[in-house]
């Protein structure tokens, strides 16, 4: 397999994180608008078979990448701040702490590329048509990208495949069409996709790595090495409202976050985590995507 980005240029701020799970759901819905049921469960069934068709990432600002959790502080004397790690840095350091040092120089301040910001909302009641007494207003979470973190302006979406590359560009055109998450009928989630697949070689070659970092949040697999950093994150992910289910939550899952790291004896496969399947008992055939898009580190000697 081998890996590739998609430019994504975001037309609005959107309202559901760009998780590599809600992705793969997104682009399962438009598989099936597109080709039908049939072609759908065919497609599913090879991620059973330990051969998926292609690997996501979770969407990622254009030059950024999640800190791997195994960097530390640089040890300087005579600071005068607080040193902290970042959540993000940029693709020079990222690619320089997978095959050198796990050390970051401390900055007062790190850029956040991605900016979160509360949009309040009017319920409507569906009776009365109006917002009732109070106006029943509610917030919702918004992203967009924050340009003071340089010249950023696309997202980044990489693949690793080997054979489905121009099926993946198919479903993401199908999906700018709509648009990406909930608010999407008001345009939140608008996209385009900026040109063709660019081939990333360094995400697959490093004949030095013993470990991997992942770029997309996943669900580690028993067979999955645990000598490792990582971060959680616990979500209540959402059936699309076509699921013949007759309520939208899937149930609580926890899943690993991007920037969690692994030693690993042996070649890196292309993949670890695993695919979920019957989280609801009134949809047997549901499945929940949560393989990690693993890049190859030499894992710090201090670490």
């Given at each position: 397999m081998k890996s590739y980005r998609f430019l994504l240029r975001?037309?609005?701020?959107?309202s559901t994180p760009w998780q590599a799970d809600t992705i793969f759901g997104a682009l399962c819905w438009e598989l099936?608008?597109?080709?039908g049921e049939d072609a759908l469960k065919r497609f599913l069934g090879q991620y059973d078979e330990g051969e998926p068709p292609f690997v996501i990432s979770d969407a990622l600002p254009e030059g950024w990448f999640p800190l791997p959790l195994y960097a530390r502080l640089q040890p300087l004397t005579g600071l005068n701040f607080k040193a902290r790690l970042p959540e993000w840095i940029c693709e020079r350091q990222f690619r320089s702490l997978l095959r050198e040092s796990g050390l970051v120089v401390p900055q007062p301040w790190w850029p956040e590329p991605i900016l979160c910001t509360r949009a309040l909302h009017a319920a409507i009641d569906r009776f009365a048509g109006t917002t009732g007494e109070?106006?029943?207003?509610?917030?919702?979470?918004?992203?967009s990208l924050d340009r003071r973190a340089g010249s950023c302006s696309h997202l980044v979406l990489y693949v690793r495949t080997s054979s489905h590359l121009d099926l993946v560009s198919t479903l993401l055109q199908s999906l700018a069409a709509g648009g990406f998450g909930k608010k999407k009928t008001i345009g939140r989630g608008a996209f385009e996709v900026v040109g063709k697949a660019e081939p990333c070689e360094w995400m697959d070659k490093n004949a030095e790595a013993d470990g991997f970092v992942s770029l997309s949040?996943?669900?580690p697999h028993p067979a999955d090495p645990t000598d490792g950093l990582w971060r959680l994150l616990t979500k209540y992910p959402k059936y699309a409202a076509a699921a013949p289910v007759p309520g939208p939550f899937k149930g609580r899952l926890t899943l690993m976050r991007p920037g969690s790291?692994?030693?690993?004896?042996?070649?890196?496969?292309?993949?670890y985590g695993r695919v979920l399947k019957g989280m609801n008992k009134n949809f047997p055939g549901s499945v929940h995507y949560g393989l990690a898009f693993p890049v190859p580190v030499r894992w710090p000697k201090d670490g």
């Open positions: 975001p037309l609005a701020s959107w099936r608008k597109l080709q109070g106006g029943n207003l509610f917030e919702v979470e918004e992203w949040h996943f669900v790291a692994f030693r690993v004896a042996g070649a890196i496969r292309p993949f």
